[in-house]
């Protein structure tokens, strides 16, 4: 059973956290996954940076941190991860798509559904396009899923 990823790119800075500001508020919010959606930016130097204070992993889902992880492993400086997720079976067009529309002035929401969550993708992706952006999709397989918590761990350490 694959989950979601789902992303969406923006071409100012604030639309992404104002994004993940209306998915909080919206009346079917428990469906749609604020806590996991995650608004990136990029500065004028290049670097990545996530606008919102992340809970605390014990307050958190399992799961909360993949979407951390795996801007951390995109962003990164190493290849070698991108291409572990890749031989998971992550949609490699789909890792560089994230990688290269993110550029600097624009913003992303990154937004992980598992599927036996309570949050619906088909509710997020309909209120997402509510935002004037460019939306992406793809799936997460449990092994790609293994590999990003794995990661995950090591960087715990």
Known sequence: MNNDLIMMVFDKQQDARK???????MRNSPFLGATNALP????????????????PQDQTGPDS?????LVNTIFGESEDEIQKLVAAGLDEKFAQ?????LDPGRSMILTYVRQESTVDAQLVLEALTQFDGR??????????????????QKEAK
């Open 19 to 25: 994004a993940r500001g209306a998915l909080e508020i």
């Open 40 to 55: 990136l930016t990029r500065d004028s130097a290049g670097n990545v940076v996530v606008q919102i204070e992340r809970l």
């Open 65 to 69: 941190c993949i979407p951390d992880q």
């Open 97 to 101: 798509m994230i990688k290269t529309a």
């Open 135 to 152: 939306l992406y999709l793809t799936t997460i397989t449990p092994q790609v899923e293994r590999v990003i918590l794995e990661a995950a």
